[in-house]
């Protein structure tokens, strides 16, 4: 018999022949090593162990190598399950960990991933998972422990305690949040354990040592491909149904600001531009009453990359950004009211006048006036929608989410920096046109000669490529630089001076983040 031949063998029938003493037994120890099932049971638990702290934040590895080492975890253990009560914990607390992490990774590529993430009994999850890991760490001590009883080796395993201990400090730092020094000298002991632990399964085998191989249904093949296959259909899934917010569109009647004409033709005459008129519910339209002037800013800006053209100035070649198409249309409209010192109702109006195509999710943050504390107030709650056209019918919803929101972002030059803005999230569907919305709210005079200034930053989404899922509203708050492609700012302001109507000019700029 060709000693080679011992490689297509299962490891049943490896076990069967080894207890029968065959004589065929493979004579090298190279290839011992390669077909043994216990030392390759072992050496993918432990190389599943390794990979579960890998935390690599490029190329998406830290959900990739943990992903691997779980499923490592458990081709290693399903194969060690039957051998003694030590194993079959760690098996069992492996099919745990495989369940959170993949249906964490399938999550991930939902849309409202961060609002299941801040649920009460989500929150303790990751010290939940340290403490399992620290919990199978002891059951590996345990079922090393009693496989070298069994081999005749003195119970003691070097490495497994360590890695108990080692998974108990973690869990403790985790609790306080520790980020210093001590977390790299955990990590280099990390490894120096893993390399302690990996010696044990030839240890055993020295010593005579054979387990007792579990029965499987499925080969280790067939059981990686369902997982894989399982965790794509889902993730594809979740891109397909679960990228955008479920907006409860409904068709606008035709009449719908009926009984306000006499209004809207006071408004009109006042320089109120038509298209944003048409755009307000009947009771935005109402708080309008009594306006005595009106204020407008319009501008149009792109939403894409442009390109660069290349002009002689001097005797040196300069290059400049230039935008064929702009895209998105924002209006910003100044309504003052009647009242003992100045009220104003501002509008901040957006149209998309050319489709760039929708992806997910769509989000407006707003400084208003009254951010300027001193010069100005808060009128009430802001209100508003969003709107678009399809086969000759408007359709209108409320905002997913309008309101303000406090927040922790990361800036380039000040740090961490606590916010309070306003917000509103949305989105489009696929199909329409003239997708637009607005968003209204009150402000009040706190003191004279104050500026009018009020900020509208429109973030579009203009990729369903990203993993995981964030949206616009999400990575607008965290403030940092975009370099992936996934999202395009917009930012622009109406501006003036109240007590100067001769000073006002278009102050609104773009910003596209590529």
């Known amino acids: 018999m060709n000693d080679r031949n011992f490689q297509n063998l299962s490891d049943q029938e490896l076990e069967a022949l080894m207890r029968a003493g065959a004589s065929s037994l493979p004579p090298d120890d190279g290839l011992v090593e390669e077909i043994t099932p216990w030392r390759r049971a072992m050496k993918r638990a432990l190389l599943g162990i390794a990979l579960n702290l890998v935390t690599l934040n490029f190329w998406c590895l830290n959900y990739l190598l943990p992903a691997i080492g779980t499923l490592l975890l458990l081709l290693g253990f399903r ?17 745990l960990q495989a369940a959170v992490r993949y249906a964490c990774l399938i999550l991930n590529a939902a849309v409202w991933q961060a609002e299941v993430y801040q649920l009460p009994w989500m929150r303790p999850l990751p010290y939940v998972l340290s403490f399992v890991s620290f919990v199978q760490a002891l059951g590996l001590r345990a079922g090393f422990r009693t496989a070298r009883q069994k081999a005749g080796l003195a119970p003691a395993a070097p490495g497994t305690t360590a890695l108990a201990v080692w998974y108990l400090i973690m869990c403790a730092l985790a609790l306080v949040n520790y980020t210093g020094f001590l977390g790299w000298v955990l990590i280099l002991a990390y490894f120096i354990i893993l390399r302690t632990l990996w010696k044990l399964p030839r240890q055993l085998e020295e010593a005579g040592y054979a387990i007792r191989l579990a029965p499987v249904r499925f080969s280790d093949f067939a059981l990686g491909a369902g997982i894989t296959g399982a965790l794509a259909a889902g993730i594809a899934g979740c891109y397909l149904f679960a990228s955008g917010y479920d907006m409860g569109w409904v068709p606008v009647p035709e ?17 109120f531009p ?55 249309r924002i209006t910003g409209v100044a309504v003052e009211l009647p009242g003992e010192r100045e009220h104003w109702r501002i509008i901040h109006h957006f149209e998309w006048i050319v489709d760039p195509g929708f992806h997910g999710t769509e989000s407006l943050q707003f400084w208003p006036a009254y951010h300027i504390e001193e010069g100005w107030s808060k009128g009430g709650e802001a209100t508003g929608r969003v709107l678009y056209d399809r086969d000759g019918t408007t359709y209108a919803a409320p905002y997913h989410y309008l309101g303000e929101r406090s927040y922790q972002s990361d800036t380039m030059f000040w740090g961490k920096q606590q916010n309070n ?92 983040q590529e």
């Open 79 to 95: 194969a060690l399950r039957r051998e003694n009560r030590g194993f079959a914990l760690c098996w069992h607390l492996a099919l």
């Open 255 to 271: 009449r719908e600001q009926m009984g306000l004409d006499e209004l809207r033709e006071e408004l009109l005459d006042l320089g």
């Open 274 to 328: 038509e298209n944003v008129l048409n755009d307000l519910t009947a009771e935005d339209l109402a708080t309008c009453e009594g306006a005595i002037r009106i204020f407008v800013d319009q501008g149009d800006y792109p939403v894409n990359g442009g390109r660069l053209v290349t002009r002689e100035e001097s005797g040196y070649h300069v290059q400049t950004r230039v935008y064929d198409v702009n895209e998105l």
């Open 421 to 512: 803005d306003l917000f509103a999230a949305f989105s489009f569907p696929a199909r329409g046109q003239r997708q637009r919305g607005y968003v209204a709210y009150d402000t009040l005079e706190n003191a004279d000669g104050y500026i009018m200034d009020s900020w509208i930053n429109y973030t579009h989404q203009n990729s369903w490529l990203q993993y995981p899922v964030r949206t616009a509203m999400e990575n607008r708050m965290r403030g940092s630089w975009n370099l992936s492609g996934t999202f395009s700012l917009v930012q622009t302001a109406i501006q003036f001076y109240p007590n100067d109507p001769e000073d006002f000019s278009d102050n609104g700029y773009t910003i596209i």
